[in-house]
């Protein structure tokens, strides 16, 4: 498999070679800005088709990048994201066809209106353009990224990391394979053809190519694309979840929802990092929390009270409250009440996801309306926080910014709008 045509080219002239890729998907944005929803669902469901036909050589091509990820000494939370395997491949697939069965956004009327000079105004979704989205080292966002753009009547060009370099070529040509049996251009989904990072600097550039810039990596890339993209973007920073279980929590749900927060999957960008545990119950709801961390493998760095209550418990630092570990390892501090709590995650938190446990509503809501992150929720595990489980399909990432997208980008955040204004041979006095 090569990708459906971009085998890894010559990085000689890397302007060259993003010049004529911002070209094409500029091209293929036009084409795809008046596509027929129809036309768009029969390439994503032949997409996931493909994905199925052509597992055993996608996990044949991510072998060779898990190979080259153990000789670079990759983590294992690093490790677990690049894997694919039957099941996420399965998981691709299905997150394209529940992409495909969505409502297409394009051409909604978001709002209408009548002005007493006789104008009738519509405001009217419409596609952004292109996007460009840079991520690391899950190859799945090929998939999802893609696919979502697409949906949205975008062309995109995505820049995967190096380590996944096979993996994702290998994806993107069975989305190739989609869309060509749509009859829709291959440029409406590209790759950058090299593992060059000059590339990833040329793309910040190309305002006359590139809308919109998502970056969906660790905190070292998306605050280089912050500091030097000349194109908008989609902000996010870093995933710095919280559970915060209230003195009111249930201990058996406290239990259940902690565990599965940090433990699930370590290298989400929803996985907890921090928990804090209301000062009235540590003494009762916390012990077993921490046995059941531990056992499962969890490094635990805690305040005073936590490692009194525990002798396997590390001392946190400062560093720790601020830290986006992804990996097997959870900060545990005690604090005074809700608003103890809220202030801790407004000083620590990057606005991703923040969730409290509790039975107290009252309580649930004061700790909802008092923070200002993208995502605030009750009782609930904060891996939760993805597009899928959201009934978007899937997303192209968790945008933690407050202008345009927030949370997560589906295909209505991959839109803006127009406003279509019909008139009689009205004229302005």
């Known amino acids: 498999m090569n990708g459906g045509g971009q085998p890894e080219t010559d990085s000689s002239d890397i302007d ?15 084409v795809l800005a008046n596509t027929p929803a129809e ?43 690049l894997e694919l395997n039957a099941d996420r491949i399965e998981g691709m697939a299905k997150g394209l066809d529940a992409i495909a069965a969505l409502k297409d956004p394009v051409g909604e009327i978001i709002a209408s209106w009548e002005q007493p000079s006789g104008l009738k105004i519509e405001r009217v979704r419409m596609p952004l353009g292109v996007i460009g989205v840079i991520y690391e080292s899950r190859p799945n966002v090929t998939a999802d990224a893609g696919a979502l753009c697409l949906k949205a009547g975008n062309a995109c060009i995505l820049r995967g990391g190096s380590e996944s370099f096979r993996s994702s070529r290998a994806i993107l040509s069975c989305l190739h394979k989609g869309i060509r049996e749509a009859g829709l251009p291959s440029a409406c989904i590209q790759m950058v053809p090299t593992t060059d990072r000059a590339a990833v600097g040329k793309m910040l550039t190309m305002t006359e190519s590139i809308d919109v810039i998502v970056p969906r990596g660790g905190q070292s890339l998306t605050e280089r694309v912050m ?5 908008p973007t989609f902000q996010h920073l870093v995933g710095l979840c919280h559970t915060y279980v209230h003195k009111n929590a249930d201990p058996d749900k406290a239990r259940s929802v902690v565990l599965n927060a940090k433990m699930r999957r370590t290298g989400i960008c929803g996985a907890m990092e921090t928990l804090l545990v209301d000062h009235d119950v540590a003494d009762s709801i916390l012990p077993p929390i921490l046995d059941d961390l531990i056992a499962a493998g969890c490094e635990v760095r805690g305040d005073g009270v936590v490692r009194s209550l525990n002798k396997n418990v590390i001392a946190a630092t400062d560093e720790d409250w601020d830290t986006e570990y992804l990996d097997a390892i959870v900060s545990v501090k005690v604090v005074d009440g809700v608003t103890s709590a809220i202030n801790h995650i407004n000083t620590h938190g990057s606005e991703h996801t923040d969730a409290i446990i509790t039975e107290d509503p009252t309580a649930a809501e004061d700790f909802m309306n008092g923070l200002s992150s993208a995502i605030v929720m009750h009782n609930v595990s904060t891996q939760f926080a993805d597009g899928g489980e959201f009934g978007m399909g899937a997303e192209i990432g968790i945008a933690t910014g407050k202008m345009h997208a927030r949370g997560p980008v589906g295909v209505e955040q991959l839109t803006t709008f127009k406003y279509k204004v019909r008139g009689n041979g009205t004229t302005r006095p």
């Open 16 to 30: 060259a070679i993003m010049d004529m890729v911002g070209h094409g998907a500029v091209a293929a944005s036009r």
């Open 227 to 231: 500091k030097e993209s000349r194109v």
């Open 39 to 81: 036309t768009k669902n029969t390439a994503l469901k032949a997409a996931a088709a493909a994905l199925r036909e052509d597992s055993e050589a996608l996990i044949a091509e991510n072998k060779i990048d898990m190979d080259g990820g153990r000789a670079k000494g990759l983590s294992a939370a690093l490790m677990d994201r």
